[in-house]
């Protein structure tokens, strides 16, 4: 990558080191002025040789040197103050008070192919609990050992949410993606000299896989492995040959549940269920050769978050690249997924599921019975932050005074990562959010939309639209 250092000039700042990537546009650069100075990139008028500097213009042809000065004009925006009697407009507001007004945090630029990028971050800034690990991560690192790569990515992550919450005004995440790209190089591959569209499940993982090394923590009073319990699923599996009667128990730990599409699958629940059951083939002791072995698996442990990726997307060897299943695959706004459980797993999980159950029959006026639900239980729901303990059981909570909290295997939707397009590697990705006041949010890059709560399960599939690429629930849960 071929980079220029120059000092850039505005009103009586001089910013004496503004490095240029010439592999990107004009525009990009302009949003690192965005950045330091606050003129937005359509007001910014740059002078070069030959006039102003043009968003799509070619570096090459721009003809800028290595420490040359530039001269940037432009108003940056402000915050207009009202008189110190009369009514107070939104946009007399200061940043952080027009967020709260308008109900959802900033729209990130787009800095080239980078929505796939954009997307996931809405998505994974809608969890407070994430939000508030990475709020307490210390500036040195957690102190285990943490690659420096992985460090600055997580600070970045850290930076990148806190001024989304403080903006009402598009962001341009340029730190968090030049640092996404060294820790990844393959977020940095390029086509015809512009970067090109990735998938965005593949930034989805890789940053939770980030973020689960940086924020684990070594004080035993707290929570080991934040994202594990965040977002963290444990698998049990009986692995076992009908040919040679060999078995044998497995376990593994991911961070989403898979929901295979084929001819047969039309809701989520039905791909999820196709998803736990494999046939694989390797080596049998018994038999002395290979042979095909049938896994079983069942969902031991939840998170607090169950995050679910549709597998859209196959490689097709006649083009060389990845196609996509366009099929129409329906998603609820409520999953319960207590019959995917281990029989472990579902005994912890019936005594919640019967509070909660007697809780929602109050709701509606039913008569419920005192033995079943108890006296000295409560319901603790989604719309609540919760803190970031427990994974699949218990975990206290310092609002309920030292009761415990539990898990029921039941989740409400609050984020949806969209795909447009016929392959991964092109297309266009939104997230969907549903924010703290309830209300839904499309995030189309810079656009914030709102969203009516009925539209978002419309988004799965059957045509050319957005489809659900990735859904995130959030788990009911209850305090005994």
């Not at 120059?6 to 950045?35: G, M, R």
């Not at 980078?114 to 998505?123: I, P, R």
């Not at 699958?265 to 002395?288: D, F, I, Q, T, Y």
Request: aromatic residues 8%.
């Amino acid at each position: 990558m071929s980079t220029l250092t120059v000092s850039v000039k505005w009103q009586k700042k001089v910013f004496p080191a503004v490095e240029i990537d010439t592999a990107q546009s004009p525009y990009v650069f302009k949003c690192q002025l965005y950045d330091l100075t606050g003129v937005p990139p359509e007001r910014q008028k740059i002078m070069v040789k030959g006039g102003l500097l043009k968003d799509d213009a070619d570096w090459p042809k721009v003809g800028v040197k290595e420490g040359q000065r530039l001269m940037m004009m432009g108003t940056a925006d402000e915050i207009i103050k009202a008189p110190e009697k009369g009514p107070l407009f939104a946009e007399d507001m200061p940043e952080e008070a027009q967020v709260v007004n308008v109900g959802h945090s900033a729209g990130l630029f787009n800095l080239g192919n980078t929505c796939y990028m954009n997307s996931t971050v809405q998505c994974l800034h809608s969890v407070p609990e994430l939000k508030s690990a990475l709020t307490n991560y210390p500036p040195s690192g957690a102190g285990n050992n943490v690659d420096q790569s992985s460090h600055q990515l997580t600070v970045a992550t850290r930076d990148l949410f806190i001024e989304l919450d403080k903006n009402a005004k598009p962001v341009a995440p340029m730190q968090f993606w030049m640092v996404l790209r060294k820790k990844y190089p393959q977020f940095g591959q390029l086509n015809n000299g512009a970067f090109m569209q990735q998938d965005a499940e593949e930034c989805w993982t890789q940053l939770l896989y980030t973020l689960s090394l940086s924020l684990k923590s070594s004080s035993s009073s707290e929570e080991p492995d934040t994202v594990k319990a965040l977002f963290g699923i444990e698998f049990v599996s009986r692995v076992h040959c009908t040919e040679s009667g060999e078995e044998s128990t497995e376990r593994e730990s991911v961070y989403s549940l898979k929901c295979h599409i084929s001819q047969e699958v039309n809701h989520l629940h039905e791909g999820l269920k196709r998803g736990l059951k494999s046939e694989l083939e390797k080596a049998s002791p018994a038999l002395g050769r290979s042979a095909i072995y049938v896994k079983d698996s069942r969902i031991n442990d939840l998170p607090r978050y169950l995050t679910v990726q549709f597998v859209r997307f196959f490689w097709k060897r006649e083009s060389n690249q990845k196609a996509k299943i366009l099929r129409k695959v329906d998603y609820p706004l409520v999953l319960d997924v207590f019959d995917l459980c281990s029989d472990d797993l579902r005994k912890r999980l019936e005594t919640p599921r019967q509070i909660l159950r007697d809780e929602e029959g109050r709701k509606l006026g039913l008569k419920v019975d005192q033995k079943s639900s108890g006296s000295d239980t409560d319901v603790k729901m989604t719309d609540n932050e919760e803190s970031a303990n427990g994974n699949g059981g218990t975990s206290k909570d310092s609002s309920l005074e030292g009761k415990e909290v539990h898990l029921t295997g039941i989740y409400d939707l609050v984020a949806v990562l969209t795909h447009k397009g016929r392959s991964a590697d092109s297309g266009h990705y939104v997230a969907w959010a549903k924010q703290e006041n309830g209300k839904w949010i499309q995030f189309d890059d810079d656009n914030p939309i709102p969203q009516r709560e009925e539209d978002i399960t419309r988004l799965s599939g059957g045509g050319d639209w957005h489809m659900a690429y990735i859904c995130m629930y959030k788990a009911r849960l209850v305090a005994m």
